[in-house]
């Protein structure tokens, strides 16, 4: 694994900058955050313009497994407005702990992430 270089922050990197946080007892908000050199990164691994891209957010239920891309994780995908910076999800249960994938979901199926999110613990 590659150390990060020193003095390289976050905003250094290819990717966007991706957290979720309690909204209420029954959602969640995700909340992004993409730099003009980000898009332009997407744009090139893709070869297809930010704005035509079929973005998703993965919500991933990782109270008893991490994610292991084994078939076995559990998660719902939300069609997303990419341009939006944030993105409301409703239906979550207050006793699991989520996370969440910024990823693009092709047309027949292929998904690709872009970021991972924090962990969210259960709402006290």
């Known amino acids: 694994m590659k150390a990060k270089p020193k003095g390289a922050s976050s905003s250094d990197m290819d990717v966007p900058d991706l957290c979720i946080s309690w909204r209420d007892m029954q959602s969640l908000v995700a909340k992004w955050l993409v730099r003009e050199k980000e898009k332009e990164a997407i744009e090139q691994r893709f070869g297809i313009p930010v704005s035509e891209l079929p ?27 990419f341009q939006a910076p944030e ?38």
């Open 87 to 124: 993105w409301m999800l409703f239906g979550i249960e207050t006793t699991r702990k989520y996370c969440v994938e910024l990823g693009v979901r092709m047309v027949d199926g292929r998904y690709y992430s872009l970021k991972r999110s924090n962990v969210i613990h259960p709402c006290a």
């Open 55 to 81: 973005f998703v957010l993965r919500l991933y239920d990782v109270t008893d497994r991490m994610i292991k891309n084994d078939g076995l994780d559990q998660y719902v995908d939300f069609t997303i407005n």
